[in-house]
């Protein structure tokens, strides 16, 4: 070959590799990064965000407060944390079923390990002493245990529905897990190696971080408490559709729980979700990324009640005392947060600013905010997505669409929307998930306009001021750009397994009648259909078929949630012999039927 050809052709190689990795750095620079969580490296000066929207870690000095690097970790990142070293760190990517290990080279950040966990993986928690690490997978209701320096997978702890996020004791012998799909706080002890117990929390949805207290005898944690009561103003304002607390459960042995009631009358909270203190315990700060604010609180004087409280509405000697707690606005939407060594120090990841934020507490104010790169100029779906995390569209800034559809899913809970025409006939929360392709929509399908039915969400629903036309399409194009996990429970080439393929023979035959109804591609029809479930209190005949994309993560089934899993749904009401007249299932057959629904 001729040398310089050679040479030219190897220069243009570089270059090639050189543009094409410019343009990646080009095409993350442009983009929503939206933080859901941030880590602080107190003795490396390094923060680092998690980046759902770009898929991306970002690592900042607090030094200077620059972005260092940022790095392409996978699909829909969830949480990130340190180790103690704070050399590396470790980053859950729940869509696409992984965890990171990436470690921090001359301000860099280089993979050094990924494992495949499956099953949605949201909080984690790491152990100092014993190097494991501790995973939260929401899909299988069940956390992992490996090992930090391997990732090797060395025990799973089935622990209950939807553990999103959990914290180690200090002295790290038990490890306490949220469960918003069951409304509990679990318990583990790591040397048993199992679950000792439960507390439960009436009403509880959309539990939050969890902190674990220094003398070990607590986690704290905020969540919002849904009450079945019909949505009127005044059951609003008093606390009696949905409201938000913080609670601390014991972690030395079963007790019932107590709390504090976090709404304002006529200035209500919205979506609590991070929590963090102080290293003296003097300040607790919660996020309240619904009402775009921190409330802080002087923790040793707070009023936390047992059971009988903690009363529907904040405890007024919150309100007579303005250092005992107040609220600093910071705008957008505030998720996960670190507290400083200087105890008054809160870095704030903020999902809409596409920033991290540095809030004095003491001060009450944002004393820096780092952007975390170029955003791209605001269009409908990023307004849409506003809109639809947005508490204060609601009466009194109660709660948001969010509250009860969890990041465009479901909630734990059946609700009384008013949607049906009728008071006190609750029913289940549909997910959003492919809105657009499974007309028509609520329960009994009577609404066919999808703008319609977004403006009459604002307003009836929510009991707020309303929409715009304008502003419910951008609400549409945001569900309409929902992205959902890869199914956990297919193989990973997204095939069937055995059991799902001879279940997906039983689901298409006459025996089981499925099809009859739920067929194409979102497995529904769109028809009204009456299966001889309804409730004598209905304004409407007969049910719209729901979905069954997804299904496996519903805690909750038919229209009035009367069933908790998949075999109760086709044993009882809703067997085949009652619903399409034929005979009950084999028990090889539901068990395969199971299988092949869940992975749909």
Known sequence: MNKKFLVISLFLLVSHGSFAKSAELNRLRVMHRSPVDVALGRK??????????????????????????????????AYVEFTVDERHLFVSCMHAGEIVKLKIVHDRLIEVGRVKVGFEPVGMALSNTSAKLYVGLTA???VLELDQ??????????????????????????????????????????DAGKRIYTQYMTGAINIGHLYPSKDGKYVYFPWM????????????????????????????????????????????????????????EHRMVVSASGTHELLVYRKPDLPFSGSGGPGDLIDRRLLADSDL????????????MAMAADNKTVYVANYLNNSVQIVDVETR????????????????????????????????????CHSCHYNGGVSSRTMDTWNDGSKLTNKTVLPLYNLINTAPWTWHGWQGDLNDAMRK?????????????????????????????????????????????????????????????????????????????????DAYDGYNTPSLVGVYRKVRLLHDGRVKSLEAVLTEDHSPEHVAGTR?????????????????
């Not at 770009?54 to 620059?66: F, G, N």
């Not at 002295?171 to 583990?188: N, P, T």
Request: glycine share 10%; net charge negative.
């Open 584 to 600: 009950p299932l084999k028990q090889d057959e539901l068990l395969d039927l199971i299988e092949y629904l869940k992975s749909l």
């Open 457 to 537: 969400s604002f307003t009836v629903t929510m009991q707020g001021d309303g929409v715009t036309a304008s502003q419910a399409d951008s609400v549409v194009r945001f569900l309409s750009e929902l992205e959902t996990p890869a199914n956990p429970f297919r193989k990973p080439d997204g095939g069937l397994t055995a059991a799902a393929n001879r279940g997906k023979n039983v689901f298409e035959s006459d025996v089981a009648g499925c099809l009859q109804c739920h067929k194409g591609q979102y497995f529904t029809d769109g028809e009204i259909h009456d299966v001889g479930t309804g409730e004598d209190d």
């Open 140 to 142: 299988n209701g069940t």
């Open 365 to 400: 104010r944002i004393v820096n905010e780092i952007s975390l790169g170029d955003a791209p100029q605001l269009d409908p779906a990023r307004e849409g997505t506003a809109l639809f995390y947005d508490g204060r569209k609601s009466l009194d800034q109660w709660y948001s």
């Open 149 to 190: 320096e391997t990732l090797r997978i060395e025990r799973s702890f089935e622990v209950g529905h939807w553990p999103r996020y959990l914290t180690l004791s200090r002295d790290e012998s038990r490890l306490a897990v949220g469960l918003s799909g069951d409304s509990r706080i679990a318990v583990i002890d790591l």
């Open 325 to 336: 707690f107040y609220r600093i606005d910071v705008g957008g939407r505030p998720m996960g």
């Open 44 to 77: 490396s000066g390094f923060l680092a965000t998690a980046n759902e929207t770009s898929d991306s870690v970002s690592i900042i000095s607090t030094a200077d407060y620059s972005v260092l690097d940022e790095y392409k970790v996978g699909d829909h990142p």
């Open 225 to 280: 408490v849904y009450r079945d009561n019909p949505i009127t103003p005044q059951f609003i304002r008093l606390g009696w559709v949905l409201a938000s607390r913080v609670g601390r459960a014991r972690l030395d042995g079963p007790a019932y729980r107590e709390a504090i009631s976090l709404d304002v009358p006529g200035k209500a909270v919205a979506d609590p979700h991070g929590l963090v203190m102080t290293d003296n």
